[in-house]
């Protein structure tokens, strides 16, 4: 089992910048890939980014504001988003896989673990 630990949630204003940490505990590996979704109210649930041993994604809506990074000696997964827009307001997640091989890397059901969530809402 690998339990995943979310923080740095906020109210920002429009324009500004957070970093959301995910912290793994468990039966965790370097090699496993981490995601960052969301899901805004009535919304489904989104992949904003992945990070691999090899590769980063990223969704189309937040590439060249969200940079995704990982530190595996604290094994953790960190987001900073900057220029925030209120569209960006939803609960964000991370989630692992169970493998190091995927085909979507963004696609939800890639992941076996998920963290709980924190509240990110962007809005003057």
């Known amino acids: 089992q690998v339990q995943l630990v979310e923080s740095g949630g906020g109210l920002v204003q429009p324009g500004g910048s957070l970093r959301l940490s995910c912290v793994a505990s468990?039966?965790?590996?370097?090699?496993?890939?981490i995601g960052w979704f969301r899901q805004a109210p009535g919304k489904g649930r989104e992949g904003v980014s992945c990070i691999s041993p090899t590769s980063t994604y990223y969704a189309d809506s937040v590439k060249g504001r969200f940079t995704i990074s990982r530190d595996n000696a604290q094994n953790t997964v960190y987001l900073q988003m900057d220029s925030l827009k209120p569209e960006d307001t939803a609960v964000y997640y991370c989630?692992?896989?169970?493998?190091?091989?995927?085909?979507?890397?963004?696609?939800?059901?890639?992941?076996?673990?998920w963290g709980q969530g924190t509240q990110v809402t962007v809005s003057s």
């Open positions: 468990g039966f965790t590996s370097p090699y496993y890939p």
């Open positions: 989630a692992s896989m169970s493998g190091s091989y995927y085909l979507e890397p963004l696609n939800q059901y890639e992941y076996a673990y």
